[in-house]
């Protein structure tokens, strides 16, 4: 299983990234996916989940409004649209493969992770 991740980079506050995550695993589309980071220091923690229809989404609190998770099946491929950035949105972001079909913010339950993009934003 292979998840790779793409669309990291370094913008401004305020500004818009669109994070991809390609699945390579063949039963991906039956699958919750997620995404999680993780800043300097500190622990990982969720940011937004799909589940394997794309019809039901999770998201954290500090991304709410800002961020939108998507998934397109026919391509294999989640999305992670982020507005507004904001300099404490700065971390690695992970895709994640979920044990489940249902969008869930417990890492736990995700079985496969990809390698992860760097996300920075400055002020």
């Known amino acids: 299983v292979q998840l790779q991740a793409s669309g990291g980079g370094l913008v401004q506050a305020g500004g818009s990234l669109r994070l991809s995550c390609a699945n390579s695993r063949r039963t991906s589309s039956n699958n919750g996916m997620g995404w999680f980071r993780q800043a300097p220091g500190k622990e990982r923690e969720f940011v937004a989940a799909v589940d394997w229809r794309g019809a039901g989404t999770h998201y954290a609190d500090s991304v709410k409004g800002r961020f939108t998770i998507s998934r397109d099946n026919a391509k294999n491929t989640v999305y992670l649209q982020m507005n507004s950035l904001k300099p404490e949105d700065t971390a690695v972001y992970y895709c994640?493969?979920?044990?489940?079909?249902?969008?869930?913010?417990?890492?736990?339950?995700?079985?496969?992770w990809g390698q992860g993009t760097q996300v920075t934003v400055s002020s």
């Open positions: 994640a493969s979920a044990l489940r079909s249902s969008a869930s913010a417990n890492d736990r339950e995700y079985r496969y």
